[in-house]
């Protein structure tokens, strides 16, 4: 009985090795100079006033996040997946304000509602202008 056991495990890992066999030479065949040809004549796409928006909110919430005495704690809105999304924010040129509104723990441990003002620089690298609490 315990030759038997032996030898079906032995089928059993034959039977793996050669479906992840299959699998790697059936994705190998792949033309990768197809692949690459298509992705040197894909456009960039073009960011648009509200993902510049999007991506300035998500950079200041991470800033902020950075300095919290309990980043865990933060409640940043409950209006939708992505609450960060709804805080006010407004393009000039190539600085970006967003002004978040979000609750976190403070030092002594109690939940405490904070507002900022955050602005970013989107011209070339990104770069933080300001963060000051109100």
């Known amino acids: 009985?315990?030759?038997?056991?032996?030898?079906?495990?032995?089928?059993?890992?034959?039977?793996?090795?050669?479906?992840?066999?299959?699998?790697?030479?059936?994705?190998?065949?792949?033309?990768?100079?197809?692949?690459?040809?298509?992705?040197?004549?894909?456009?960039p796409e073009e960011e648009t006033g509200d993902n510049i928006l999007s991506k300035a909110r998500y950079a200041c919430m991470s800033v902020i996040e950075e300095n919290l005495n309990d980043p865990d704690s933060a409640e940043w809105g409950i209006w939708s997946d992505n609450p960060y999304q709804?805080?006010?924010a407004s393009m000039e040129g190539d600085v970006v304000t967003v002004e978040p509104t979000f609750r976190a723990k403070n030092g002594f441990g109690a939940l405490s509602l904070n507002s900022f003002i955050c602005k970013i620089d989107t011209s070339g690298e990104w770069s933080l202008l300001e963060l000051r609490e109100l």
């Open 1 to 43: 009985m315990n030759t038997l056991v032996k030898i079906s495990k032995r089928i059993i890992l034959a039977s793996v090795l050669i479906f992840a066999l299959v699998i790697f030479l059936a994705v190998a065949d792949e033309p990768e100079d197809e692949v690459v040809a298509q992705a040197e004549t894909s456009e």
């Open 86 to 88: 709804t805080w006010p």
